[in-house]
């Protein structure tokens, strides 16, 4: 054996999306947000603490054979905020779109304030506001601001 580094190299997908520039940390999140248990049959490779050029350090996430609904984009964007959605075709990116968080959230969030409207019996989806001091809920004015992805549904 030489004593040169080895690397593990994550081969490229044909078809699939690329989620990158992920927050440090927030893969596995990425994952449960996507309904990816391991259970599941999606081909995955994930990367945790890459370095970075733009950042120190990023996660990633590259899923085969499948390409992400809105939705799916929207939620990944309240814990990832400079991540990008690289789709790839026939092993190349052919859309590469950076996440944008909606000004409103519907039936994205679950309200942490259990006498909320959104949290009974009756048929209502949540509705939050992003603002600068958090998520705002527009049916009992709480604001959640911290575990957001503890709070995704």
């Not at 490779?45 to 990023?58: F, G, H, I, L, Q």
């Not at 909606?102 to 506001?129: A, D, H, K, M, Y």
Request: aromatic content about 4%; proline content about 5%.
């Amino acid at each position: 054996m030489s004593g040169e580094p080895r690397c593990l190299q994550i081969s490229p997908i044909r078809n699939g999306t690329v989620i990158d520039h992920i927050t440090p940390g927030e893969a596995f999140n990425v994952l449960r947000i996507l309904g990816i248990t391991g259970t599941t049959e999606e081909r995955l490779s994930v990367a945790t603490n890459v370095v970075s050029r733009k950042s120190e350090r990023k996660d990633i996430v590259k899923i085969e054979n499948r390409e992400l609904r809105k939705q799916e984009v929207d939620r990944i964007a309240l814990i990832a905020p400079n991540a990008t959605i690289n789709i790839i075709r026939n092993y190349l990116v052919c859309d590469k779109k950076g996440v944008e968080i909606p000004e409103i959230l519907r039936g994205v969030i679950r309200c942490p304030n259990p006498g909320c409207i959104t949290n009974t019996r009756e048929p209502v989806q949540s509705r939050f506001e992003v603002t600068a001091k958090g998520l705002h809920c527009l049916y009992c004015d709480w604001y959640l601001t911290e575990d957001i992805a503890g709070h995704i549904i």
